[in-house]
């Protein structure tokens, strides 16, 4: 007894050991039947099908080549419902009567039919009709060779009784069975003696997955027609296992397998097969989303059922970020979730991730990056913004942009007062108010109320910054309107902003520069307006406007980050002209 007791110990250890370090699973010694459908597809197929899903039996079909066309969506069901399908060659020619090509051809031939349904690199099996081979069929079908054990003759008695009764009295554990699905007697033989097997223990599977189980490889040219117990019983392919992570705000799958198993994957749809994405390593989905999956030894014949799994994590919202005199505070707006943020100074590496407690002082100079993340969401997105060298806060100007210097000076120095903000939407284009109102401030101005009386323009608001900007410039002869209008809100062109910077000089008391020709650098000097030709010469000059690519673009726009730059160009042609004596 005690020896028996420690014998026991030792195989428990054994197969221990054996489930985590080799593919092999525990034997669980099933007894295994191959049904092979031949010369169809056809009529009779579907039926077929619905029958086998309703009892979760797999089957293999050979199929003659020529037959496909007619049925293809009755294969892709097949195939998709995890049958195995096979080549039954393509005109049911006996191919031991054939040449290599003919024989190549043949199997070709059928193949090129399957590929699109089951996916380009898929094997299939071949049967040679009437199962006759000869060493020039061995050498050239480019497959393994599937014969029978079992043959009911089911084509000569059509009597679904018949088959019925002589598939369960000849079916053994092993059994690859002969069945022709294109007529309808074999079909209902074939479901009624499934149930009879089933009832006896039996498990249907492929011919691939047959010889999987019993731990054979299948080799081309090589004949097979039943694989007994031996043994071996690797166990069905089992369907893999999702889990997830969330990983830098998004979430991040990982599929598991069992050892050796191919897993293939889509976003798309439950239609996987071989051309599908195969799975090699953690991936990052959006979600909601829905992911399927399949494990395969062979997708063709040797795989599990596709399974499904829904990602429905739910973002964080961004928190709010505000800085007042260089102050950070954020709020959260998503419940469950922290807040943290990263701060950067200039010329430094973002910094460690702080969790957020309370309000941070801040040092000029620093970028800011925060997000809100919790158990049960993923990240959200970051929500950024500068506080700049000179203290000043913006949410869409960074260091690392061109204009950022420029626009920091020009709204330390009140330039932008009245219509830039925390967002200073330096792409977007400039305005004819927004130029005047940036000279007005620059100037440090002051309009008078006789000025606003002798205003002409019907299109400004009544009052604000734009109204008084526009009404100071007109007393100065700066801009003067369209009949009536200004039309303030439009973007300005670059010829229409050389008359207004080179006019405002002159206002400013300066004496511009005679330059006749400076336009002739530029190549589209033709297309600047004869109005405008002498404001741009000046401009030009002046080194308030430079082209672009050799170009002057006169009806090109500017952009607000580009008026702050232009901004500073104003201010050394101020220093460097003379004044009007
Ligand atoms: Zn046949």
Known sequence: MKRIVSLVLALLLVVGLCDTAAPARAATGGKLIALTFDDGPG??????????????????????????NRYTKTVARAYQEGHQIANHSYDHSNLANLSAAAVRRQIQ???????????????????????????????????????????????RDRNATTVKNR?????????????????STSVTGALAAIDVLLDQGYEFVTVRELYRRRGVAMENGVSYSSRGPNGTDLGPVTAPEFSDEAVDGQLQVTLTAQPGASIYYSLEGPELNQASKRYTGPFTVSTPCNVWAVAAYDMNGSRSEVVKKTFTYPTAKSPILQVTDGTLTLKG??????LFYTLRTAGSQEGEKQAYTGPVSLTPGTEIAAWAAGEGYLDSAAVRGVYSDRGN????????DWFYDAVDEAVQAGWTAGFAGEEFLPRQALTR???????????????????????????????????????????????NGYDGLFRPNDPISRQEMSKVLTLFLVSQGKVLPEDAGAVQIYSDA????????PYVEAATACGLLQGSDGKFLPAGRTTRAEAATVLTRVTEAENRLPDRT
């Not at 349904?117 to 000869?134: F, M, Q």
């Open 333 to 338: 707006r998503t419940e469950g979730t922290d």
């Open 433 to 479: 108010a927004e130029l005047v109102t940036l000279l007005y401030r620059r100037a440090g101005a002051q309009v008078t109320q006789a000025e606003i009386d002798e205003c002409p323009f019907r299109d400004l608001v009544k009052d604000g910054i734009f109204r008084d900007a526009v009404c100071w410039a007109y007393a100065r002869e700066i801009v």
């Open 43 to 68: 009529p009779y197929t579907e039926r077929l099908l619905d029958g086998l899903k309703e009892r979760g039996v797999k089957v293999t079909f050979f199929m003659v080549g020529n037959r496909i």
């Open 393 to 400: 806060f913006f949410r869409d100007v960074f260091p690392s």
């Open 109 to 155: 031939n059928t193949n090129a039919l399957l590929d699109p349904i089951c996916g380009a690199g898929t094997d299939y099996l071949v049967r040679a009709p009437y199962g006759s081979t000869n060493a020039t069929v061995r050498t050239n079908v480019g497959a393994p060779l599937v014969l029978w054990s079992v043959d009911p003759e089911d084509w």
């Open 526 to 533: 033709k297309s600047i307006a004869g109005w405008a030709l």
């Open 167 to 183: 598939v369960v009295n000849r079916a053994r554990d092993g059994s690859i069975i002969l069945l022709h699905d294109i007529h």
